[in-house]
C-alpha cells in the first residue's frame, strides 16, 4: 500500500453505509489494517420514524440496536488501537444508545477507559407546536404546503445537524461519538475538522471533506459494490473491502481500501457514487457548507486508490433541512405467478379480472398499480419495445393499492388468492399467503431557521 | 437506418455507464461517458427533451439536466418518477434503482 504523501494523513474507514449493512463490515475495518477514524451511517429518511414507534413504546429503545452488537465485537479492538468511532446510530433517543454502549464497555472490562460523545439536539418533535406558533411554517420543499395540514399525523420530526457538534464531542475527548440526525456526510468530515483544526469558514476544505464523506457514505457502493463498469470483472466482492478515506490538511483526499480484500477502487466507480443521489452537481447543500461537484478532480493513483482534489465550496446556508415522518395511509402489494404457454397474457388477464371485481366492490383507492414482472415492472414499455413476451416462461403478476381507509386495502388482500381457481390458468407462486396491509409512513422535507436549533454534546464515561 | 448512412446507431450503453437515487418522489441518474471522448456526444444528443421523451410513460413531471465536465458526466432530475416516493410508492423501484438502466436504452448515433 502506498501511503499519502506528506504530512500523515487521517484515515476514516467506513463500517455501515445503512441501518441493515454487512454485519462483518466494521469488524474487518478495524482489523484489516490501520484507521484512525470508523465511520458508521445508520439513517435513512424514514427510518427516525420507525425509531420513533419503538421510543414511544419503551422509552429506553428508540436507537439503532445493531450498532451495540457491532461495538460489542470491536470495542476491545478499537479500545486496544485508538480508533475513534462517529455514528448516527443514536436515532431518537441517542442517550440509551449511549448508555447501551458504557454498559457493554463494562461488560467488556473497559469501564473506566472509553469516553462516549452523545449529540443532541436534532429532535424536534416536542417542539413542533411551538415553532409553528412562531411562525416556522416547515413548508414541504417538494409540495410548498405547510406542515399544518398534516400536524395530527406527525409521528418524527428532525433537524439535520452538522458536522460541529461531533467535533466538539472529539475535543473533549470522546472516543465514540453517538448522534441522532446529523448528515451522513458530517461523520465523515467531524474527524477532518477535528485532525487538521480546519476553521469554520475554510469553505473549500469543508466541501472537501463533504465529498470525501458523499463517497464512503454508502459503504461499498464506491469500492466495487454495484457497480455497472466492467462488473463481470470486479474481483472477489464476496470479500469486499469497504473504502477508506486518506485525507489530509490541505483537502486533498485519496479513496483507498485494506490489501486483500476484494472489489475495485476505480476512477469509473467512484464517479458512480459522486453522482449517486445527486440534486444540483453545483450545490451540495449541507449544514457545514455548500460544496461545488463540478469542480473535483480524480485520478488512479494505484492500484485500488482515486486521488481527489480541487474541490471548492461556499459559505453555508443559514437553513437547516428539516425531515418530519408523518402518518399516510395504508397499501398492500399482492404477487401471483403465471407460467407459460401465454404467461404474459394470462397475468395481464387476471389484472383485469381483478380491477373488474375491486371496481364493482366500490373500494376506493389513492392508486392502483400492476406490474409484470419479468416483462415490464422497471422499464415500463421500454422494456417492451424489443421483447418477445409470448416466448417469456414466466411473469409475476405484482399489483399494489393504496387507500386512506384500512378496509379498502385489507379487502383488497382478500382477492388475490380466490384467482387461483376462479381466474386465467397456469398460476402458482402464493405460498406466502395473503399479503398484510401496511402502514405507510411519508416523508416531509422542510427548512428551518439554524438559529432555531442548539446541537447539545455531553460526554458519559464508561 | 440505411447501409450507406455515416452515422452507426447505438445503445447509450455502449458509451456510457449510469447509477441512479432518489429524493422523494424525483429519481436522479448520473450518467457518466466510458471514455471522456465520448461527453460531447452525451451532452449533444442526450437532451433534457429526448429524456422527457424516453420516460413519457415513467414519469408524470418534467426532466432537468446539469453538466459535470470533470467527470464526464451529467446528471438528470426525473420529477414525478416514483408514485410518490419512497414509503407510498407502490413501484417494485420505488427508490428509482433501476432508472439508471431503463435511460440506457436510449439509443444515440455515433459517427463511423
Known sequence: MTPARGPRAVRIAAGQGFWGDWLEAPYRQVTGGPVDYLMMDYLAEVTMSILQKQKSRDPSLGYAKDFVSSMERILPIVAERGIKVTANAGGVNPRACAQAVADVARRLKLGGKLRIGVVTGDDLLGRLDGLLARGHELRNLDTGRPLSDVRDRVLAANAYLGARPIVEALRQGADVVITGRVTDTGLTLAPMIHAFDWPPDAWDLLAAGTVAGHTIECGAQCSGGNCLVDWERIPDLANVGYPIVEARADGTFEISKHPGTGGRISVAGVTEQLVYEMGDPAAYITPDCIADFTTIRLEQAGKDRVRVSGVRGKSATDKLKVSVAYFYGYKAVGTLVYSWPDAYAKARAADRVLRRRLESLRLRFEAIHTELVGADATHGRLALEDLAVEGLPEVQLRVGVRSPDRAAVERFTREIAPLILNGPPSVTGFAGGRPKPEEIVAYWPALLDKTMVEPCVEIVEA | ?112
Open chain 2, 1 to 112: 437506418m440505411t447501409r450507406r448512412s455515416s452515422k452507426r446507431r447505438v445503445r447509450l450503453v455502449e458509451l456510457a455507464h449510469a447509477r441512479s437515487g432518489d429524493k422523494g418522489d424525483t429519481a436522479n441518474i448520473g450518467l457518466i461517458a466510458r471514455k471522456p471522448e465520448y461527453y460531447p456526444l452525451l451532452v449533444n444528443q442526450v437532451t433534457v427533451a429526448r429524456v422527457a421523451r424516453h420516460f413519457k410513460d415513467m414519469i408524470t413531471g418534467h426532466v432537468e439536466r446539469f453538466e459535470l465536465p470533470n467527470l464526464h458526466a451529467l446528471n438528470f432530475l426525473l420529477h414525478g418518477a416514483l408514485d410518490g416516493g419512497g414509503t407510498i410508492s407502490l413501484k417494485t423501484d420505488a427508490q428509482g434503482k433501476v432508472f439508471s438502466t431503463a435511460l440506457l436504452r436510449l439509443v444515440v448515433e455515433l459517427p463511423r
